[in-house]
């Protein structure tokens, strides 16, 4: 019975339609990610912050009780390095999210361009005939329709 249940689920599932699209998957990768690099960033800004507080703390305990406190205000520097790193890491990874998002805004306006000229030449009885099969980019290509 288990094997039969198992072919017959298989089977069911290779004809059944699936509950997302890669390109929905992809959107929701998409905001988790940026959500995530966001939340990130303004932690490490945070730690930032308390890092300099550190710091001001070693260097007036320096000036106290001298050179003993230069090792963690030595620490604390490297430790703010890495997290300024960190954070122009972040940075550089949201520009090129939006360099993505200019460059796909551009797609859309080409292809709604594309598929207002093809609907207005559809529309007309000029160019019903001759070529409103035609892609928009390269009107030389011709559909077996046409």
Known sequence: I???YGEASVAAMQHSP???????DSRSELVAVITSLEAHYTVLLQELEEISLDMQHC?????????AF???LDFL?????????MMEEILKSMKSFEGNLKGGRMLVETLEHDSRLALTRSASPATRDSDSYAPAANRSLRSPYG
């Open 18 to 24: 699936p509950t997302s699209s890669p390109l929905q």
């Open 59 to 67: 260097e007036q305990c320096i000036r106290k009780y001298g050179p």
């Open 70 to 72: 230069e090792g963690p």
């Open 2 to 4: 288990n094997a039969e």
């Open 77 to 85: 520097k490297n430790l703010r390095g890495d997290k300024t790193q």
